[in-house]
């Protein structure tokens, strides 16, 4: 019944309720990943407690990050199928119960199932669906709606750092623990608040399910108003299921998604030791303790300043075709500033690292959903998110380790700051080099005309050409469709600029009179 009441809209409304999503998105990031952040200030406190090495320990933040990316494709799942209010509500009660848990812990094997995968397994269910969210009620101000939304892991870090360690030595880390567990539970407030909504995309028909004979009449009706990952669904036959379940996850053969991937592994191999390592690398290089939890508070005020500010800058109409290579800006920059990172050993000059480094970390997390549902759409965003997100785990749970590993055998955070910062260097350097081999192979396609005066891009697919001028915006291209036996002659080419919506210039010489009318009638 809750599905037959969602409000329907042509397009994703851009205000209204949609602030309140932003709102829950934002307490969400503060529990999730602001909470996952300061695990790294318990650091010191489970080695010196448990009496283990900086590898063992790193395990802990590693298990939270791994198990809350991994099984991100069933926080997204539960949302489809489901409900995004049910999935958060659920993880929320299973964060609380692992950080409440983990207050008992008498080994860091305890620890390594309460804090790690019970606690990692809660934020998952919470953390992409309401990301996801926020990009079904925004359109043309979605960075800026992702960027205040996002900013929550900054604000809650920079708020939460100074606060734990206070927690730490007033309660002991047993019940700073506790504490955590109990403002964990936050999170089922925040599911509350994500009310959904059904889209006009959401709702269009395969036409291939439609055309099956295993599919009803009443089942093709159903599949004619609700989206393939409608919870209603799931009544339908198998081979239904295993239809709509592939189209939700058919983005990944994309080229565009695939490249994405692959460079999402480098940079979440870069980006995770630094939180973990931040602070005992600033203890080891005789900053106090109260100096290194405030390095990680700077890093979190400047981390919201650059979720807000590279949102709000990539939906200025300049910037917003370049957001992708602003992404890529940004990881760069985040690497490069690893580079720099063991050669600052003294407060004064960690905290232009912290500056520099939070900045750059806001802007590409807040353009990471932006950039994925750029290339994948709004209607397969959850999903695809969930992928992206899964992707960030394996990274996420072997790179604090190794980077423990070569802190006990080189005696330094040397090797581990640089195996960081060209990580994140290559992840953005793979980026670019996609980037400009696509536009080197579209200025490199055969022209259908042998009129040299005006560069064309020419599409193929099977036996239909188009040709459409390069000057043109290829979203504002409106392409006619003619059959390839009309080309045998020169005399018959046809040439299309449209510009505005719906207006075509006729720029060929010869076209016969049938051609030309039938083009006009396609363009209608």
Not at 22 to 38: D, H, K, N, P
Not at 388 to 398: D, Q
Not at 463 to 487: G, H, K
Request: aromatic share 12%; proline share 4%.
């Amino acid at each position: 019944m809750a599905s037959s009441r969602r409000a329907r809209h042509a397009g994703p409304p851009d205000g209204g309720w949609g602030w309140m999503i932003v709102a829950g998105c934002f307490l969400v990031t503060i529990c999730t990943r602001a909470v996952t952040r300061c695990i790294s200030i318990f650091f010191v406190e489970f080695q010196a407690y448990f009496g283990q090495d900086y590898a063992r320990t790193a395990w802990i933040h590693s298990i939270v990050d791994c198990a809350t990316m991994l099984c991100a494709p069933l926080g997204s799942l539960i949302s489809n199928h489901v409900s995004c209010q049910v999935g958060i509500m659920l993880g929320g009660l299973l964060a609380s119960t692992g950080l409440i848990l983990s207050s008992f812990a008498t080994s860091l094997e305890h620890l390594y199932l309460s804090l790690g995968v019970l606690t990692g397994l809660g934020f998952a269910l919470c953390y992409s669906p309401a990301i996801a969210m926020v990009g079904k009620y925004f359109n043309k101000r979605k960075a800026l709606a992702y960027g205040i939304a996002m900013s929550g892991s900054g604000i809650g870090t920079f708020i939460l750092a100074p606060v734990v360690q206070l927690l730490i030595e007033q309660f002991s880390w047993r019940g700073a623990l506790l504490i955590l567990g109990g403002f964990v539970l936050n999170l089922c407030v925040c599911g509350a608040l994500m009310r959904p909504i059904s889209l006009k995309e959401d709702c269009k028909a395969a036409p291939e399910l439609l055309e099956q004979n295993y599919v009803s009449e009443t089942e093709k009706q159903d599949l004619k108003r609700m989206s393939i990952s409608s919870p209603l669904i799931k009544l339908w036959p198998h081979e239904c299921l295993c239809y709509c379940s592939w189209k939700e996850y058919d983005f990944l053969l994309m080229p565009g998604f695939m490249v994405l991937a692959v460079s999402i592994l480098f940079m979440a191999y870069g980006c995770s030791p630094l939180f973990v390592y931040l602070v005992p690398y600033a203890l080891s290089v005789g900053v106090s303790h109260h100096q290194a939890a405030f390095l990680m508070s700077i890093l979190g005020v400047v981390d919201i300043i650059g979720n807000i500010t590279f949102g709000w800058l990539t939906d200025r109409r300049c910037l917003k075709k370049h957001r992708y290579f602003c992404y890529l800006f940004a990881v760069g920059m985040d690497g490069l500033s690893c580079l720099f990172l063991p050669v600052l050993r003294s407060f004064p000059l960690l905290v232009p690292f912290s500056f520099t480094f939070g900045y750059f970390d806001g802007a590409y997390v807040t353009l990471i959903p932006v950039v994925t549902a750029d290339a994948v759409g709004t209607p397969l965003l959850s999903s695809a998110l969930g992928v992206v997100y899964f992707l960030h785990a394996i990274p996420y749970l072997v790179s604090p380790p190794v980077a423990g590993w070569l802190v006990d055998t080189t005696g330094s955070y040397t090797a581990s700051f640089l195996l960081c910062g060209f990580s994140m260097i290559f992840s953005s350097a793979l980026l670019c080099f996609a980037r400009l081999a696509k536009k080197i192979k579209r200025t490199h396609l055969p022209s259908l005309t042998g009129n040299t005066a005006l560069k064309q891009h020419i599409w193929t697919n099977g036996a239909i050409a188009y040709s459409v001028t390069a000057e043109l915006d290829q979203r504002d291209v409106e392409f006619l469709a003619v059959d390839t036996n009309s080309f045998s002659k020169r005399d018959d080419n046809i040439q299309a600029v449209l510009h505005g919506r719906h207006f075509l210039a006729w720029l060929s010489m010869g076209i016969n009179q049938d051609t030309r009318a039938s083009c006009e009638q396609f363009a209608r």
